[in-house]
């Protein structure tokens, strides 16, 4: 099993699932600057609720941002911690990247669904996060049966900027 812990933007989130890519559970921590407090408590719950003991964790992937610099060193201190007392390994991951890879995936949101169009596989994904001041973390990238292609590197711009850089998905 693998957990898998981002606390880069103000909705920080906790996952367990398996190396095959099922989500067994997984948890958002809403509350902003309050992650350091609820990461261990939203760990101890995925686990729980996936029925899955520390001890049976092959491996730990924390999200290495872009994003908030303090959120980024929560998480990562977390997840060095655990590899260390249980000895297994750890990755990080652009959280950008992890974003392209989980917008076909039902999110709950606000009591409803989200989701892609069934037609969305293949076609250009655009992911932004709040970067505070006006200015958002963009970066474009095409998922498909072999995998996530990058096509517009991760960057700090406007979003005005990342429309007129950028071309039109589809």
């Known amino acids: 099993m693998i957990l898998a812990l981002d606390t880069s933007t103000r909705l920080g989130s906790v996952a367990v699932g398996t190396e095959e890519g099922e989500v067994r559970a997984r948890r958002f921590l809403p509350r902003q600057r309050a992650h ?18 520390r001890r049976q964790l092959t491996g730990v992937v924390v999200g290495a941002g872009p994003g908030s610099f303090t959120g980024v060193r929560v998480a990562a201190a977390t997840a060095k911690g655990l590899v260390r007392a249980l000895g297994i390994p750890l990755w990080a991951s652009s959280s950008l990247e992890a974003g392209a890879v989980t917008a076909g995936l039902r999110v709950p949101k606000l009591g409803g669904d989200v989701s892609l169009p069934p037609d969305a596989a293949g076609r250009p994904l655009r992911v932004l996060f709040d970067a505070r001041r006006d200015r958002v973390y963009a970066a474009a990238y095409r998922t498909g049966a072999s995998g996530i292609e990058t096509l517009a590197a991760p960057r700090a711009t406007t979003v005005d900027g990342v429309l007129a850089s950028e071309p039109e998905p589809g």
């Open 36 to 53: 350091a407090e609820e990461l261990v408590p939203g760990i101890v719950d995925v686990l729980d609720r996936a029925g899955t003991d």
